[in-house]
Nanobody, 125 residues
């Protein structure tokens, strides 16, 4: 059974940066598209970024484009989310998720079948 574990969340001042990590257990990590989502209190879970299984293609929500960078290290079974120029609206629980095997990029949560427990990111203004 594949498990995902996020880390790297915390409290940061507006304008600051954080890097989230998501470590995957199990085999075949390198064959799956991976995504990051977030959920703020009282709001629905929303797409943040995704990276294709091969690492050669990425997708971002408009709200984070130009500020966040998704990457992966298949040798370490880990996907990252570098978050820069953080603002209060980025405050949320951030989740990583496993997408389709050898699949493309998707912003729809229903396409992702394995989820981590989430890590809290709080941006103080």
């Amino acid at each position: 059974q594949v498990q995902l574990a996020e880390s790297g969340g915390g409290l940061v001042q507006a304008g600051g940066s954080l890097r989230l990590s998501c470590a995957a257990s199990g085999r075949s990590f390198s064959t799956y598209t991976m995504g990051w989502f977030r959920q703020a209190p009282g709001k629905e879970r929303e797409f943040v970024a995704a990276i294709r299984w091969s690492g050669d293609s990425t997708s971002y929500a408009d709200s984070v484009k130009g500020r966040f960078i998704i990457s992966r290290d298949n040798a370490k079974n880990t996907v990252y989310l570098q978050m820069n120029s953080l603002n209060h609206e980025d405050t949320a629980v951030y989740y990583c998720a496993r997408g389709p095997r050898f699949g493309g990029l998707s912003k729809y949560p229903t396409v992702y079948d394995v989820w981590g427990q989430g890590t809290q990111v709080t941006v103080s203004s």
